[in-house]
């Protein structure tokens, strides 16, 4: 990453940061992108342009080329539900780990939001359509036409993990949620 891109993502994480924090004192609704903008430094036009909208403030996530990154050297190697498995919990699980108070704070605003977890199920089915195309180019020809079908079932298995985690006040780790959770997602065999 360049020194441009350093500088954005920065310049977007501070941004994230403070409109979280308005947001939790003042309100979603009460909040506007322009005074985020006004006290982040920036134009709202700048901000507009960096997140696409007020919701991907709190949404935005600047490790997810990570995740895409990761998943992509497993998927080769291993079954695509331990590849998801893995890689969620070696580069998700470890970043909430190391920003413990504002993943926490920020996951359980999204829940408590009903317009930010709108907007993130939104976001949930646009990833699900990218992991599908991700996991075409892997599966073999048999197995396609289950692609959306392990990219569901596994973003699912990711999100009753992230639940069961904020629920907890992160007194769960999320890689045992994680490992839980897609543990029930391979058994459910034996439930039908």
């Known amino acids: 990453m360049g020194l441009r891109e350093r500088n954005r993502v920065s310049a977007m994480r501070a941004t994230q940061r403070l409109a979280l924090q308005r947001f939790v004192s003042e309100g979603f609704a009460a909040v506007t992108v322009e005074s985020i903008a006004t006290d982040s430094g920036m134009a709202a036009s700048t901000v507009f342009r960096h ?29 695509p539900l331990l590849a998801l498995r893995d890689a969620f919990k070696e580069t998700l699980a470890q970043r909430y780990t190391d920003d413990l108070d504002f993943q926490l704070q920020r996951v359980q605003y999204i829940y408590a939001t009903k317009e930010l977890h709108g907007a993130a199920v939104e976001a949930d089915y646009q990833a699900r359509a990218e992991l599908t195309s991700a996991l075409n180019s892997t599966l073999s020809k048999p197995h396609k036409n289950n692609a959306a079908l392990v990219a569901g079932a596994a973003l699912l298995a990711l999100e009753i993990a992230i639940d069961r985690w904020q629920a907890s006040d992160a007194g769960l780790p999320l890689t045992q949620c994680i490992d839980e959770e897609f543990s029930n997602l391979l058994r459910l065999e034996d439930v039908v």
């Not at 935005?60 to 998943?71: C, F, G, Q, R, Y």
């Open 51 to 79: 997140f696409g909208s007020k919701e991907n403030l709190v949404l935005w996530d600047e490790h997810d080329a990570e995740i895409d990154n990761d998943l992509s050297s497993r998927l080769g190697r291993q079954p």
